[in-house]
């Protein structure tokens, strides 16, 4: 299994992110695919979570009114757009897969994580 996240920066306030992680290595279809973050001084949080069938994606109520997770099915790749960016939203931001189906929301463990890449949102 193999999870990598790409597309972190430094960035205004108010400007946008698009975060990828291409997948390898298990059923992009099947399995429970998601976006946490670790902020500083806060322990890692969901950000966005999908999982098999046609469910509509978790968001977290601080994303919901601004970033987007989509499925890249050709690629086997999971993307994060992320608008409004603020200041609050700087941290590491990591891709996380697991076999388990989620029967709601975002499961409570996640077993193959990638490394992270940092969003630094400043002026």
């Known amino acids: 299994v193999r999870l990598a996240e790409f597309g972190g920066g430094l960035v205004q306030p108010g400007r946008s992110l698009f975060l990828t992680c291409p997948t390898r290595g298990f059923d992009f279809e099947i399995w429970s695919i998601a976006w946490f973050r670790q902020v500083p001084g806060k322990g890692r949080e969901a950000v966005a979570c999908t999982r098999s069938g046609n469910f509509r994606p978790y968001l977290s109520d601080f994303a919901k009114d601004r970033f987007r997770v989509d499925k890249d099915r050709d690629s086997n790749t999971l993307t994060l757009q992320m608008n409004a960016l603020t200041p609050e939203d700087t941290g590491i931001y990591y891709c996380?897969?697991?076999?388990?189906?989620?029967?709601?929301?975002?499961?409570?463990?996640?077993?193959?994580w990638g490394q992270g890449t940092q969003v630094n949102v400043s002026s």
């Open positions: 996380a897969a697991d076999p388990q189906f989620s029967p709601d929301g975002c499961l409570e463990n996640y077993h193959y």
